[in-house]
């Protein structure tokens, strides 16, 4: 029901948005998803709740929820893990390179977050767009459709509005 929910809503913003975009002069928004992977030591399992507590290379701890628990059974306490992480969301491209553009109403209450970011760079081939977050780090997203980000260039502004729901798999690291 939320998938569904979600699919209506980033439908009804996509099907606006040109028209939005095209008075601005700015490519509309698009639909993307990134994905996170890492390594870990596994700090406490919770079949009940599919849920892993784990221990990054860094020292970080993260609790995940998983998705898709097929593999729950073969993970335990200080075993080694392979942590995928994959999150939707929708682009949408605030301002051009040149400063211009105008704002973008704020994702409505079923997103996680928002986030602003500044384009680093883009892989037109692929739809890949390297966005630099306030913070300063550098992040990696990637549109469901290349066609889709053409139009993106470095130095654009654009706001992330990450979809609530994150699809998580841990499997045993080999």
């Known amino acids: 029901m939320k998938a569904k929910a ?16 095209a008075a601005a002069g700015l490519p509309a928004p698009f639909e993307a998803s990134t994905t996170l992977q890492a390594d870990g030591v596994v700090k406490a399992v919770d079949p009940a709740n599919h849920s892993v507590t784990v221990l990054d290379a860094q ?14 059974a073969q ?20 301002r051009g390179a040149d400063g211009q553009g105008s704002p973008v109403q704020a994702a409505p209450a079923n997103t996680v977050q928002n986030v602003n970011a500044v384009v680093e760079a883009v892989d037109h081939a692929s739809g890949v767009i390297a966005l630099k977050g306030p ?29 609530p729901q994150v699809n998580v798999a841990v499997a045993p690291a080999q």
């Open 59 to 72: 020292g970080g701890v993260a609790s995940f929820t998983i998705t898709d628990p097929h593999n729950l």
């Open 135 to 163: 913070d300063g780090s550098v992040f990696h997203i990637q549109s469901r459709d290349p066609v889709r980000v053409v139009n993106v260039v470095p130095g654009m502004q654009v706001m992330v509005a990450f979809a």
């Open 75 to 94: 993970i335990h306490q200080g075993g080694k893990v392979h942590v995928r992480m994959m999150r939707s969301a929708i682009i949408s491209v605030t």
């Open 6 to 21: 979600l699919g209506l809503f980033a439908g009804a913003l996509i099907a606006a948005a040109p028209l939005v975009s």
